[in-house]
């Protein structure tokens, strides 16, 4: 107690005490230190594999040993293939060759199996040739595999980066666009971008006008509506998202509804449909917008309306001029929070979103659970918070907008 | 009652700037009250010719919500360059009358008019009306000098007049050195002397004020009293006040209007009222008040004899309905009550209750034979001591009678002994 009554007059009397600074955060250590290792280790350690890749570099000492002689480009010469063939054997039998023939097959699509036929090959000939192992892996015998092994030695690689953005290296050593054909991540980039725009639009045509509605009534109505707003909010998004199917469903509430109504004479494909997603999405979305929107209204004093009028300004003046940019951090708050999860979604894609719908996080998910390409879902998580992290800026910087003055 | 043609280098300046935009002006203000102005010229307002007596008239103005009747059958006229005061306490009307005049309330009943023309329907940013509210309603998002730009700006005024005007508006109230600062960076009362240029700075002929000082502390509201009351002479604007601090209606305004459960009980010059009124409970909210219970004696033209509880009597004068056999309330000032002067028609003996020092002059607590106690002002030098005796009288001109129990209205009255 008197040691707090000291500290405080000497602050108040001398100097900044150092102390004082460091008490608070002291206070909140224990926090920092979960986060640190619960949450900001995991996330590095993740978005390093986008550039990290080291198991090609293991899995082959011996042939980076014998290329580093062979200074010619395109296929090396025997000597790189008798290493090459020792390292596989060595894989072979240190049980490593399975993730070694993934990590190249991303690289080089085709060459997992080629890779598994020339491991065996090695492990039965110790003298194997060059000539018997393009057989086996035709890919060794043409400039692209030894292109994409060499590049694989470096354990420090803008490959999935690049591919992240339907780029790569070319044979010519300039960043070009991948083949037509395999062309995703821009074209999920640019869907995820868009359904979070049309929800965040959705969500703000609806918010707006309703915080305005309950900021102009009773406390106890404007109570009543912020708990019916809220109650969903509460609930889990599987659950939320579970119950739209059972509303969007062919033979679902909402098609029953419709036709009931006369408004439509088939029933809608509204799941499995981008229609249904942006809806589901809208729903759950909702609070987030409305409730920065909320508290920025609440705040703004109605008699400056008043006296807008009074000074001789009309009521759509009024709202321009005198509302709206007071309402306005909210109303960007409120945007900005809805965007960015947008940008996340998962779960309600995954459940009401059709194949054409899947967001940049379904991809994501898919890498790590299905395809176990860390690196890949690495890279897309790294380009995803990198964009929200700019976004995030742009607004702050650009609009005045501060989000930690909001709370 | 109206200071009218007080010329002053303020406000010809801003006369002279509402000149140079007399176009938009015009349109504003003359448009919509045109058929009054041609009758009265506006070039006979600034000679300083008597005032429009009837520029604002309510007309069986009633206002109900539901049930309840927020304002009563009121009938008000104000004049052209008048300062008149709502005074009353909270629930009273006052307000309510005044958004009426503003156009954020429309009446139930009745008509208001502005300048000889109904104002029934017109909103309010179109009736030219300037307004101050207690909380000073500034615009936190503009510099102060934005938020005096803004009735001119939505009034068309072209940006090189703009600028020269509220520079003007801003000197007026001294403020003209924040003019880059935002309203949150100011006192209280700087801003409330923002919201006061920005309601004149397009000079309104009615500024309308609702408990513009009620936010600010004593030593400051009574700075801004005077400061008020001097840009009201200078710019001879017509302003109707709201406040429920007697003080403050007495200090400034020309008329005061006494509200009371929705309907003036009383208006009149600040001394009128003082000194004459006409009910129970003016003499009681204005200004501080002895009241008596007691019952009429005889009634004899103006005066009566009445009868307090221990058999004391007194002469008044008869206020209002006052009959032999029935209760009356009797209303006497503390500074009129005398220290036993040969002068006083009535005299009484009391003890000395206790002496309170107020500086300029001590408040004595001097109890009657029957126990009730009054408040007498007497001189700083007095030293009476508590259980003294003294004699206390006062004439009947100083003592008021009025029915007791209902207020004209039908409301009970305020019936304490010392109010």
Not at chain 2, 79 to 104: D, I, Q, V
Not at chain 2, 275 to 301: K, M
């Amino acid at each position: 107690m008197s040691s707090i009554a000291i500290s405080g007059i000497k602050t108040r009397t001398g100097a900044m005490d150092r102390s004082d600074s460091l008490r608070p955060l002291a206070l909140a250590a224990p926090l920092l230190l979960l986060l640190a290792f619960s949450f900001g280790a995991p996330i590095v350690l993740l978005l390093s594999r986008a550039v990290y890749e080291p198991t090609i570099a293991n899995t082959l000492p011996h042939t980076i040993a014998a290329l580093g002689t062979d200074s010619a480009a395109g296929v090396p010469a025997e000597p790189v293939f008798h290493a090459f063939a020792e390292d596989m054997k060595a894989a072979q039998a240190a049980g490593a060759i399975y993730e070694f023939a993934k990590t190249l097959n991303t690289r080089l699509p085709g060459a997992r199996s080629q890779v598994l036929r020339v491991a065996r090959l090695a492990g039965q000939d110790a003298a194997v040739t060059k000539e018997a192992m393009i057989k086996a892996a035709p890919l060794l015998g043409e400039d692209q595999g030894w292109a994409a092994i060499r590049s694989g030695t470096n354990r420090l690689t803008s490959f999935f980066l690049l591919s992240a953005f339907d780029l790569r290296w070319t044979d010519q050593g300039t960043i070009g666009a991948v083949p037509a054909g395999q062309a995703v991540f821009t074209r999920v980039f640019g869907r995820t971008f868009l359904i979070a725009t049309l929800v965040t639009l959705a969500t703000l045509a609806l918010a707006f006008p309703l915080a305005y509605v309950m900021t102009n009534v009773r406390p106890l109505i404007a109570g009543i509506v912020l708990v019916l707003v809220l109650l969903p909010f509460w609930t889990s998004i599987l659950v939320r998202t579970a119950a739209w199917t059972v509303i969007l469903q062919k033979y679902g509430l909402l098609n029953d509804l419709l036709l009931w109504l006369g408004v439509t004479s088939d029933r809608l494909e509204l799941m499995y449909s981008r229609t249904g997603l942006i809806i589901a999405m809208t729903h759950i979305q909702l609070p987030f917008t409305l409730l920065p929107i909320y508290s920025v209204m609440r705040a703004v004093n109605t008699s400056q309306l008043r006296a807008a009028q009074s000074l001789g300004a009309r009521p759509l003046t009024v709202f321009r001029r005198v509302y709206l940019p007071q309402v306005m951090p909210g109303v960007l708050a409120g945007c900005l929070l809805t965007f960015i999860l947008c940008l996340g979604y998962y779960i309600t894609p995954v459940l009401i979103g059709g194949a054409s719908d899947q967001l940049i996080s379904n991809f994501i998910a898919n890498y790590v659970n299905v395809e176990l390409n860390w690196e890949m879902a690495a890279a897309l998580s790294f380009v995803l918070l990198a964009s929200t992290l700019g976004l995030y800026v742009t607004m702050t910087r650009y609009l005045g907008l501060d989000l930690f003055k909001m709370g | 009652m109206v200071s009218t043609g007080q010329s002053s280098s303020l406000r010809e300046a801003l006369a002279e700037s509402a000149h140079s935009a007399t176009g938009q002006q015009g349109t504003a203000a003359g448009g919509k009250t045109g058929a009054a102005a041609t009758s009265k010229p506006a070039a006979g307002r600034e000679k300083g010719k008597p005032a429009d007596a009837k520029f604002v008239e309510f007309i069986d103005v009633e206002k109900t919500y539901g049930n309840f009747h927020a304002v009563r059958r009121l009938n008000l006229s104000i004049g052209r360059g008048e300062f008149l005061t709502f005074l009353g306490p909270s629930g009273s009307g006052k307000t309510t009358t005044l958004n009426m005049l503003a156009g954020f309330e429309r009446p139930s009943q009745g008509v208001i008019t502005l300048d000889g023309k109904s104002v029934d329907r017109l909103p309010p940013y179109d009736r030219n009306i300037g307004m101050v509210f207690q909380n000073y309603a500034l615009f936190p998002h503009m510099s102060v000098a934005d938020n005096v730009a803004f009735p001119l700006s939505v009034r068309k005024v072209s940006k090189a007049d703009i600028g020269p005007r509220v520079t003007r508006a801003l000197e007026m109230v001294r403020l003209e050195r924040f003019k880059d600062r935002k309203p949150t960076q100011l006192s209280g009362g700087q801003q409330q002397r923002v919201a006061l240029a920005r309601a004149l700075v397009y000079q309104p002929s009615l500024v309308l004020m609702d408990e513009p000082l009620g936010a600010l502390d004593k030593k400051l509201r009574e700075h801004m009293q005077i400061e008020l009351k001097q840009i009201h002479e200078m710019l001879g604007v017509t302003i109707v006040y709201v406040t429920h601090d007697q003080s403050e209606a007495l200090t400034m305004s020309d008329r005061v209007a006494i509200f009371e459960n929705g309907a003036i009980v009383q208006i009149g010059t600040p001394d009128g009222l003082y000194n004459e009124p006409a009910t129970a409970f003016v003499a009681s909210f204005i200004g501080e008040n002895n009241a008596l219970d007691g019952i009429v004696e005889r009634v004899d033209g103006d005066q009566c004899l009445v009868t307090l509880p221990t058999g004391l009597r007194t002469t008044a004068m008869a206020i209002g309905d006052i009959r032999p056999g029935a209760p009356v309330q009797l209303a006497v000032r503390p500074e009129r009550i005398a220290g036993g002067g040969d002068h006083s028609d009535n005299r009484f003996l009391a003890t000395v209750d206790g002496r309170i020092y107020h500086g300029d002059h001590q408040r004595l607590l001097a109890r009657l034979p029957s126990g009730q106690v009054l408040t007498v002002k007497i001189s700083p030098d007095a030293t009476m001591a508590t259980g003294e005796a003294i004699d206390l009288g006062w004439r009947t001109a100083d003592c008021r009678a009025f029915p007791a129990g209902v207020a004209p209205d039908g409301i009970t009255a305020n019936t304490g002994s010392v109010s």
